[in-house]
Each structure stands twice: as C-alpha cells, then as structure tokens.
C-alpha cells in the first residue's frame, strides 16, 4: 500500500487494501494467504466466475496464435462471432449490427454518439441515480456528483435529467417524467433516452414496472431512441440474459461491458442494423476495441452461461439472497428496503425512522464485513446501500457463509 500510495495518485481509489494473488469460485486470495468470500465479482465483471476454466483455455490458446492485429486493420473472426451473440442475445427479433470497445464508458459514448448522428437530434435525456462511467460523456450522463463530477467540469452539452423511478423513495413516476421531457426539454429535440433498467451505482434501484416500458413508449411516438445501459445488468446477471428483459422492453441501442468479457475487458454497442448502417466508415471502432484475447474470452463467458444454465443459477442465487435478507430486515429496521433482481441483491440502509439514509451504518458493516473476509460494495447516491454481486460459480455453501456473516455484521450494529 505505501508504494501504492507512492506511485498512484490518490484519485484511484480502494475498497479493500489488500493485493489479490489468485481468485476462482467465488473465493479471492490475498498476498498473506487471507481467503475472502466473493460477493462483488470485482463490480459485477466475474459473472462466470474468476478464472472460469473456458476462458482460462480460450484465452491461453488465442494469445499463443496472436494477440493483436486491430480489427479495422486485419479482422479475424472471433470479433464477429462475439457481434453475431450480442445481436442474438439482446432483446427483439429485429435486424442488429454491434460493435467492440473496450469499457462500459465507451460502450456508452458509442450510444451517444449513434443516437445523435441517426436522429440529428441533440438532447440526451439521463436519470438522477444514474451511473454510466468516468469518460467526459459518461460523467456528464452521470447522477452523483461526488466522487464521480465534482470538479471535473464543465461537462458535455445538451444532458438533460430527469428524475428515475424509486419505489422505496416514492420518487421518479412515469407521469411527472414523461411531462418534464414533454415540457421542459421539448420531445422534439430529444435524440435518447439513456437509462439503466436497474440503476446499478445508484444502489440496485428496480424501477416501478412499467416505467421502463413508459419510456419505451414514449421515445416511439416521439421519434427519440432508448439506450439501454446494460452495462451491469446484463449478460445474465439478473437471471435474464439482459434486465430489459424482464419489463418486456426492447431498446434502440444496447450498451453493454462487465461481464461480457468473463474478466477480460471488453465493451459491446449493439443497434438496429437501419440506424447504426447510416454511419460511415471509421466513424466508429478503436485500436484495441474487440482485442483477440478478449473476443475469446467473451465467447467462452457466453457458452459458460450457456453450457452450465447460470441463468437459472443467476434466478436461484437471487432468490436465495432475497430470502436470507428478508428474514434479516424483518428483525432489523435499519434495513429499510431489500431489492433487485437475480445476483443483483442490494439493502438499503436507513435511521430508525425508516427512511433517512444511514450512510455511517452501511459504511461500518461493509467494514465488519471486510475484516469478518467478505468482500461486499457499498453504493447508492446517499451511499446507504449495500450490494450483493456474487459470480454465479459461487457455492451455495459459500454464499451462505458470506450472508451468515452479513447478518452478524448488521445485528451487531443495531
Ligand atoms: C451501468 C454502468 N454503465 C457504465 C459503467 C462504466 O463502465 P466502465 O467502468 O467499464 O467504463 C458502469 C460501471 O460501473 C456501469 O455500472
């Protein structure tokens, strides 16, 4: 840590000041042989699990063949077979076109970017709670001001938020949303939506259902696009393979990144092949968007989830979760709400009064669960939440285990 400290600036931060020398099933190893349960997925990345013996093979045999050649410079065919299951995979039978980038940021620039060009529109419509990366469009697109905005401005033009939907919070309903954009931004200038189907930083905030769908609607009638942010809900982790899924919605443009590369990074924008064919060549890509070791090991990761049915285990793990923390929250009001979808289990956290945000209290059981060797994430915008993000190769021993200690963390700080 002191060399760390010595050579980092201090703006990358830590959640655990310990150095990881392996990781697999849902256990990461310290340099001092200290074992913690995993029940982060390193923010939702290690859906497959750390290490997952496919892309461990897939990777070691492609880096052996090569390892770069720049897809727009020499394709090779692993990036269109990658394209090929994102156009599958995504919502809706229509004709898709995707390509690779490297992050979740990107992916999300990308949206922009199309949505734009395709509509020659300029307003962007993002949420409060909202969470789309550290890029100048992914701040500016961004709810939370500290850590992520503050004083990184001025941001990009033309974003306009709106409230999103918080059943535990009362706040964000369909109606008053669809009037600011109707009344204040204007449905004419709008180009997109871009909206997380869970808002994932923002501490796993499931929607009201139909809200989703509300917007959806509302960018048809409008001629505006819906930019699904699937950045952390997607590729399985909610029990689906993409959380839009489970409102029934199909989006213009899919951004997606975290688990679709099994580890390795990888970013995927997926589009109605008659918007995103209207740009032109080099518009898009990058140097290493769609490298050939991550192509590998994002087909792995996608025939993993397929092979071993970690969609059901996704919906099991959930459902495991929900029932453990249910049972807590009913012995413990300081949990003022338990929610999400599949592996994507968050509480919220509030002052005896039931609704005020107790982000003092989060913060210390996250630390009891650190020093009791469970790794879990804090998140939400008053930083009152914590998540639950398991790899779906955990064992339903180790799971158990990391909730069992959870709970001693919570009862002892009542
Ligand atoms: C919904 C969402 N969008 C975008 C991002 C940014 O992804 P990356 O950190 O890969 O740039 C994240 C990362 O947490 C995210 O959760």
Not at 84 to 111: C, I, Q, W, Y
Not at 150 to 161: H, I, K, L, M
Not at 254 to 278: H, M
Request: proline residues 5%; glycine residues 12%; hydrophobic residues 45%.
């Amino acid at each position: 840590m002191q060399r760390r400290a010595a050579a980092l600036p201090a703006g990358v931060g830590t959640t655990l000041p310990v150095f990881a020398v392996r990781a697999s099933g849902g256990i990461v190893e310290d340099v001092d042989g200290n074992r913690f349960i995993d029940l982060a997925a390193g923010i939702a990345v290690t859906t497959v699990g750390s290490s997952a013996p496919r892309v461990v093979d897939a990777v070691a045999e492609q880096v052996g063949r090569f390892t770069h050649t720049c897809f727009q410079v020499t394709p090779y065919e692993s990036y269109v077979a990658v394209c090929e299951k994102l156009n599958a995979l995504t919502p809706g039978d229509h004709d898709k076109r995707s390509f690779l980038v490297n992050s979740g940021a990107e992916a999300v620039e990308n949206t922009v970017k199309i949505a734009r060009y395709v509509t020659g529109r300029d307003a962007i419509i993002a949420f409060d709670h909202g969470f789309h990366g550290r890029t100048l469009m992914g701040m500016t697109l961004t709810g939370k001001v500290m850590p992520y905005k503050q004083g990184f401005g001025p941001f990009a033009p033309e974003v306009y938020r709106a409230q999103y939907s918080y059943p535990f919070r009362g706040t964000g309903d369909l109606a008053s949303t669809l009037s600011f954009l109707d009344k204040t931004v204007g449905a004419s200038q709008v180009a997109a939506i871009v909206v997380e189907p869970i808002a994932g930083e923002g501490g796993f905030i499931v929607p009201e259902p139909g809200w989703l769908a509300g917007l959806s609607a509302w960018c048809q009638d409008n001629g505006a696009l819906l930019i699904a942010d699937e950045v952390q809900t997607g590729i399985g982790r909610t029990g689906k393979w993409f959380a839009c899924e489970h409102e029934g919605v199909v989006p213009d443009l899919v951004a997606t990144a975290k688990g679709l590369g099994g580890g390795l990074p990888i970013g995927g924008i997926t589009a109605r092949a008659e918007l995103v064919d209207q740009i032109h060549a080099g518009g898009l890509g990058g140097t290493f968007g769609g490298n050939p070791l991550s192509c590998a090991a994002a087909l792995a990761a996608i025939e993993t989830i397929e092979a071993d049915g970690l969609l059901d285990r996704a919906a099991a793990i959930g459902a495991t979760m929900l029932r453990r923390l249910a049972a807590m929250q009913a012995s413990n009001p300081r949990i003022g709400d338990v929610r999400g979808r599949g592996a994507m289990i968050a509480i919220e956290l509030v002052d005896a009064d039931g609704s005020t945000p107790d982000p003092e209290l989060t913060k210390s059981v996250a630390a009891a669960c650190h020093s009791e060797g469970v790794l879990v994430l804090t998140a939400g915008s008053y930083g009152n939440v914590i998540r639950f993000l398991p790899p779906l190769s955990i064992s339903d021993e180790l799971l158990d285990d990391g909730l069992g200690v959870v709970e001693k963390a919570l009862a002892t700080r009542l």
